[in-house]
């Protein structure tokens, strides 16, 4: 059984960090959050979108609290009027668990408090002590408002070879990048193609080191420097991959989490591996459809 973890200023989940901005003091458990989302039924995607962070951890946070697997169905966006952007959502919660008042919480994206009562339910988020619930001040409010505005701002897109633009949402004040399916197919397209890391981190709007991390996180196997360009060329991939012998394959170990590997190479990615050996392969996952499977690689 798993203890409660506060909101404080070094919060983890059984040695998993939780999302940067949930720190101020307030008196509800982060796994509280974490598991309201899932017990409501939302997927990874509507998640790591909620709580600002990649699929990948939300995965490694539902194994750490023995937590369902959540789906990997596309979150289904509102087109209404009065529609939440996915931008706010992250603001929302936040000011939530912070013990913002509803009617406080409403001014930030000019709502009710009824509506603010009947999202909070929605996400599932969990219950406050009303001796902890408090009014901002204007000042904190204006700055909240200015918050949102920002992080609208920073949302950048990448054109694929087919012409598709694909979101691009980091994380204020840091710079990290949300990974998607989508933008991991994508990466490895150009990856492949042999494009240099520094040109995608420069046509990307983002940090060479975030290319080369994620591209190792992704297992893809290392390139002559000699063959490497700074342009992106989609006729190279199928060659590539072929020559190279490599497969994408979903890990046996954790459900939808998709790595490079050789074609008789192992079934389980490096970060199963190490999930496995910290709980002890106690977890039965079995193998579902593929996250993103539909993008075709040589397209």
């Known amino acids: 059984m798993s203890m409660p973890l506060t909101l404080g200023s070094s919060p983890v989940v059984r040695g998993l960090p939780l999302p940067g901005a949930f720190f101020p003091k307030g008196h509800v458990p982060n796994e509280a959050v974490l598991r309201g989302l899932v017990e409501k039924g939302h997927g990874l995607d509507a998640i790591s979108i909620f709580l600002r962070v990649d699929r990948e951890m939300v995965l490694d946070w539902a194994v750490m609290l023995d937590l369902p697997t ?5 979150m289904r966006r509102s087109t209404g009027p009065k529609a939440w952007a996915t931008g706010d959502y992250f603001r929302f919660i936040e000011s939530w668990i912070s013990g913002w008042r509803a009617a406080s919480i409403g001014e930030q994206f000019g709502r009710s408090a009824s509506a603010i009562w009947a999202k909070a339910r929605w996400l599932g988020l969990p219950r406050r002590d009303r001796r902890n619930v408090f009014r901002p001040s204007a000042d904190s409010v204006h ?3 200015g918050s949102t505005r920002t992080s609208a701002r920073l949302e950048l897109c990448v ?11 980091k994380i204020l004040k840091r710079g990290h ?3 998607t399916p989508e933008l991991d197919a994508e990466l490895a397209n150009r990856y492949w193609a042999n494009q240099h ?3 995608i981190a420069a046509e990307w709007g983002v ?8 591209a190792c996180r992704l297992e893809l196997p290392r390139r002559e420097r000699c ?10 991939i199928d060659a590539n991959i072929a020559e190279a012998r490599y497969v994408r394959r979903e890990c046996m170990f954790i459900r939808g989490w998709l790595f490079w590997g050789q074609k008789n190479g192992l079934r389980t990615s490096k970060r199963g591996q190490k999930l496995q050996a910290r709980s002890g392969a106690g977890y039965g996952f ?5 996250i993103g499977g539909n993008y075709a690689f040589g397209i």
Not at 227 to 236: A, C, E, F, G
Not at 286 to 290: E, F, K, L, N, Y
Request: avoid cysteine; glycine fraction near 6%; charge should be neutral.
């Open 207 to 214: 940090s060479a080191r975030s290319i080369a991390s994620r």
């Open 227 to 236: 063959k490497l360009v700074t342009h992106y060329d989609p006729s190279m």
């Open 286 to 290: 079995g193998i579902g459809h593929s």
């Open 143 to 145: 700055e909240a408002q």
């Open 177 to 179: 990048v949300y990974w």
């Open 159 to 169: 054109t694929t070879s087919t012409g598709e633009r694909l979101p691009i949402r």
């Open 197 to 199: 890391y520094e040109a």
């Open 70 to 74: 959540p789906h990997d169905q596309p």
